[in-house]
């Protein structure tokens, strides 16, 4: 049984916000680098963390049709377990940035699935 569980959040951020969003973004990856330095070779709690920014396209069959004007932001993260996710989100809202980041996630994020379990491993 795949133990593995995770966070992935998408966002479509106006860009005259684009600064704002990415600096938090930016902040959260450094906690996390830290947070789960000591962890890094075994992966004891963290398998992969990673955020995404791309250009919103009109259509994304055709980029030539020209861009909405939005940035797309995803944010993904998987754990170990679902207490390695718990642990997360303990300590992650002890930041003083997550009041900002909360914000954002409510303004911005019209994905948010904070429980996956991967059904499809391809690589």
């Known amino acids: 049984m795949n133990e593995i569980i995770c966070i992935n959040l998408g966002f479509v951020v106006p860009k005259n916000d684009l600064q704002e969003v990415e600096h938090t973004f930016k902040v959260h990856a ?11 070779n075994g992966k004891k709690y963290l398998i992969s963390a990673y955020t995404s920014k791309a250009e919103e396209l009109k259509d994304p069959t055709n980029p030539a049709k020209g861009e909405t004007g939005k940035i797309l932001f995803t944010l993904n993260e998987q754990f170990t377990s679902i207490e390695s996710l718990e642990r997360h989100n303990k300590y992650v809202k002890k930041n003083e940035y997550f009041s900002k ?5 409510n303004k911005y994020a019209t994905f948010r699935s904070a429980n996956g379990k991967i059904i499809h491993l391809i690589i």
């Open 101 to 105: 980041f909360s914000e954002i996630k």
């Open 30 to 40: 450094n906690w996390m680098k830290e947070f789960y330095s000591e962890y890094n």
